[in-house]
């Protein structure tokens, strides 16, 4: 079935470093999404990206999905402590009601 | 503006017994998916209801069940628990029939199995 893979697992930086966060599927997706958890929290909805190659910026955050449709990254400029939590990209296979999540990757922040 | 509820926030079982978790999506969404979550693992889909219908299951087993009531809300029932159930449970809503649409989450319910 479907294999969404994220790495790294775990990302410690300094604040005011980059992130970055890579998904890979094992199928061709119709859609990307990512989604943000903080500790003890629930997965927040953050965007979605459909097209082939698209890029999107909200602030000090850019997402891509790659140009075959099964690897997107999530990369976060000039950390902020209020980055931390658990950031996770889900896809749908084409046609599929299942959203099917990676394992995540754990950002935590040194002031 | 309400968003998911979901009900009871934690719950502690044994071995054997059945649970039943409630949710009530946000307002205006009539698309309920459930997921179970293990410690430091991502969301698994468990099952997805749209018109009181089961649309799309995951790879759980039939003591995994649900239902979707008229007003869009649901259950889900999980039956002979086992240890491995231990879980953080979430509901999301969606709007829609269409899939691809953004997952809007509860607060889950933690359920201990002992």
């Known amino acids: 079935g479907q294999q969404v893979m994220q790495i790294p697992q775990y990302q410690h930086v300094q604040e005011g470093e980059d992130f970055t966060t890579y998904c890979n599927s094992s199928?061709?997706?119709?859609?990307i999404q990512w989604y943000k958890q903080r500790p003890g929290g629930h997965p927040v909805f953050l965007i979605q990206l459909v097209k082939s190659g698209e890029v999107k910026k909200q602030k000090r955050l850019t997402f891509q999905f790659g140009e075959a449709k099964k690897n997107s990254s999530l990369h976060i400029t000039a950390t902020q402590t209020t980055d931390v939590g658990t950031y996770f990209c889900?896809?749908?296979?084409?046609?599929?009601?299942?959203?099917?999540f990676g394992q995540g990757t754990r950002l935590t922040i040194n002031p | 503006d309400a968003g998911v509820t979901q009900s009871p926030t934690h719950l502690i079982k044994t071995r054997g017994q059945q649970v039943t978790l409630r949710c009530s999506p946000k307002?205006?969404?009539?698309?309920v998916s459930w997921y179970q979550q293990a410690l430091g693992q991502g969301p698994q889909f468990i099952f997805q209801?749209?018109?009181?219908?089961?649309?799309q299951r995951g790879n759980f087993p039939d003591r995994f069940s649900g239902h979707q009531f008229p007003n869009y809300s649901s259950e889900l029932n999980v039956n002979a628990l086992l240890l491995g159930d231990s879980a953080l449970y979430l509901c999301?809503?969606?709007?829609?029939?269409?899939?691809?649409?953004?997952?809007?989450f509860g607060d889950g319910t933690r359920l201990s199995i002992l």
């Open positions: 999301a809503s969606s709007l829609g029939q269409v899939s691809n649409q953004p997952q809007h």
């Open positions: 209801y749209y018109e009181e219908e089961e649309r």
């Open positions: 889900a896809g749908h296979s084409t046609g599929a009601q299942k959203l099917v």
């Open positions: 199928t061709t997706l119709s859609n």
């Open positions: 307002s205006g969404h009539d698309t």
